[in-house]
């Protein structure tokens, strides 16, 4: 069965230093997505970076980068130059394609609370 | 601009009562997903919609129902409701298979 693990239940990073949020996945799909969300203490759930699995360059939005490694099924976010702003919960996520639909799903990771320090 | 917006944002309820919360968008996109979020483990699927008179079971969708009678709207409706069930609720949407999801702003359940 899909699964998305996060094993950095809570990070402390300076500011202005980069972090990295590890994820892991497991699937058996050949092709799958990849998403991370971010959710400050105000609770909405913002989307940040996707990789499709077939994607040959890692994703880049503004600071945020996903360090894509298929074939050890990882997909860390990669925070540069981090800012008071960033302290949030990140969730890692997976969106599972059924070949039966058009449609899919996303399955969670169970977060990373991400903290930064001034 | 297209939006998600979720109804309330706040809600007290006693066990045994039926609650439903509402969720709707105007993205007008097909796909529209309901999950819950506890401490420990991140979000799960409740139940999702991939258009108008669709609907399926997610990961944790016993004592929960929706229905889709339109586009935009989703609601999600607790049977009777239970203290395990007191959680955040999320909804979802989003256009196709490929697109990412867009998530609404929450609602808070509380079930005494």
């Known amino acids: 069965a899909q699964k998305i693990t996060q094993t950095q239940p809570g990070m402390f990073v300076q500011e202005k230093e980069a972090v990295t949020l590890d994820c892991t996945y497991d699937t058996s799909d050949q092709s799958y997505g990849l998403f991370w969300y971010k959710q400050p203490s105000s609770g909405e759930m913002i989307f940040l970076i996707y990789q499709g699995s077939y994607d040959e360059q890692n994703a880049t939005e503004g600071r945020y980068s996903l360090n894509f490694q298929k074939a050890r099924k990882s997909a860390n976010l990669v925070i540069s130059a981090s800012q008071l702003g960033d302290s949030a919960m990140y969730f890692c996520?997976?969106?599972?394609?059924?070949?039966?639909?058009?449609?899919?799903?996303?399955?969670f990771g169970s977060g990373t609370r991400l903290s930064i320090r001034p | 601009d297209a939006e998600i917006t979720q109804s309330p944002r706040h809600k007290i309820t006693e066990t045994g009562r039926q609650v439903t919360l509402a969720c709707h968008q105007t993205?007008?996109?097909?796909?529209m997903f309901w999950y819950r979020q506890d401490l420990g483990h991140g979000l799960r699927l409740i139940h999702y919609s991939y258009g108008v008179q669709d609907t399926n079971k997610g990961e944790v969708s016993d004592g929960y129902s929706v229905s889709r009678s339109n586009t935009e709207d989703l609601p999600l409706t607790l049977e009777s409701a239970a203290s395990s069930q007191t959680s955040v609720y999320f909804c979802a949407s989003s256009e196709g298979a490929q697109e990412t999801q867009y998530f609404g702003p929450g609602t808070r359940l509380l079930v005494l």
């Open positions: 993205w007008n996109h097909n796909n």
């Open positions: 996520a997976m969106r599972e394609t059924s070949w039966y639909s058009s449609a899919s799903k996303i399955i």
